[in-house]
């Protein structure tokens, strides 16, 4: 009979890719049952088997987060960035709290969250976070879904009202995931409108969208603002170990972003968790590919304070991969990237909220 290996074994050997799954682009889908994943189970809401808890990952003594600019905005941020829908799967709403404060308290400046994440609970949490000085820590980010400018006005001052703040540090358009949406946003009556409005009216800093589905759309976006005349200070997007093989951000998107010196927001460093499964490469290689491009900051899901501890480790002790590691690193994901089967946000609807939940985009009803 095999002996089962211990926990803390499992954690250092294949079954460790599994830690940070939780952690966690044609211009549009064209296919949903027949494409690649389509039909796939919901994201999990809660850490994956495997993950370590609390008191299994040592921070080095000293550890210092690195921080670089935001683009032109003349701002730093931390390299890390807390994800705004995983801290907000505990049950236990302290449990969220503690999360978010332990990465402030640890380095972490940029928070990351959306109107809409956990029908609103995400905000609220993490206003309830930011209390006792917290909020003055930290470069804070939501997302607005709402396509007109009545519509991004009210789902506005609802996250105004959750975080518990009278100025949000960036706003950003999401799911830009239709070749349709930039029309919609920066046409007459359109939520652009409400942004503008909003920066000059002192109520947000900087003004950006985001995405996940096809490269295509973003560089649609970026041409729509400027034909507009309205700058973007950042762009969010996935860059992970398999983005380069299939629909890739890295290669269409970052390009552009650098150029303009537009602050790039990583996400998905994990691929939903997929990378972790296949466990091609550790938990660890999946955020230090991101970092090494000319990101600004990696945001990463941390549901368990174990998470959020291995997510800093990996931080504090990043180091650039020279090119011969990322030749590597490539080669051996080549494969499992291929057909973007294992990236569900790019190839079926899994993560597309705004088209399970249409209304967002014209009401701020949740």
Not at 48 to 77: C, I, N, Q, W, Y
Not at 316 to 329: D, H, M
Request: hydrophobic share 40%.
């Amino acid at each position: 009979m095999t002996k089962r290996p211990s926990r803390r074994t499992f954690l250092h050997a294949a079954g460790a890719s599994l830690a940070l799954g939780a952690c966690a682009g044609s211009a549009q889908l064209r296919q949903n049952a027949t494409s690649p994943g389509a039909g796939a189970p919901e994201p999990p809401e809660g850490p994956s088997f495997g993950a370590p808890e609390e008191e299994d990952v040592t921070l080095p003594a000293g550890g210092v987060m690195p921080t670089r600019a935001l683009g032109r905005t003349g701002v730093k941020v931390s390299l890390l960035g807390l994800g705004g829908f995983h801290m907000a799967v505990p049950k236990d709403e302290q449990e969220s709290i503690r999360l978010v404060r332990f990465a402030i308290d640890h380095g972490v400046t940029f928070l990351d969250n959306c109107w809409d994440y956990h029908d609103g609970k995400s905000e609220e949490r993490m206003g309830k976070a930011l209390q006792d000085g917290y909020r003055s820590k930290v470069f804070l980010m939501t997302k607005l879904d709402g396509r007109t400018r009545a519509t991004a006005e009210a789902q506005l001052e609802q996250s105004l009202r959750r975080l518990r703040t009278d100025v949000i540090d960036l706003v950003q358009m999401h799911e830009i995931i239709r070749m349709s949406d930039p029309e919609q946003i920066y046409g007459p009556g359109g939520a652009m409108e409400a942004l503008v409005a909003a920066k000059k009216a002192g109520k947000i800093r900087f003004i950006g969208f985001t995405g996940h589905k096809d490269p295509d759309i973003h560089l649609a976006m970026l041409k729509m603002a400027e034909r507009q005349g309205v700058p973007l200070d950042t762009v969010q997007m996935p860059l992970n170990v398999l983005d380069p093989h299939y629909r890739s951000f890295e290669k269409a998107v970052l390009p552009v972003l650098t150029q303009q010196g537009i602050g790039v927001l990583g996400m998905k460093p994990f691929a939903g968790g997929e990378i972790a499964k296949a466990g091609v490469v550790s938990p660890i290689t999946c955020l230090h590919y991101p970092m090494s491009l000319p990101t600004s900051v990696v945001i990463t899901g941390c549901d368990s304070l174990g998470v959020l501890k291995q997510a800093l480790k990996a931080a504090y002790t990043f180091q650039p991969l020279g090119s011969e590691r990322v030749s590597a690193i490539l080669a051996r994901t080549a494969e499992l990237g291929a057909r973007g089967e294992h990236e569900h946000f790019k190839t079926t609807e899994r993560f597309d909220g705004t088209t399970k939940n249409p209304h967002w985009l014209t009401t701020a009803n949740l």
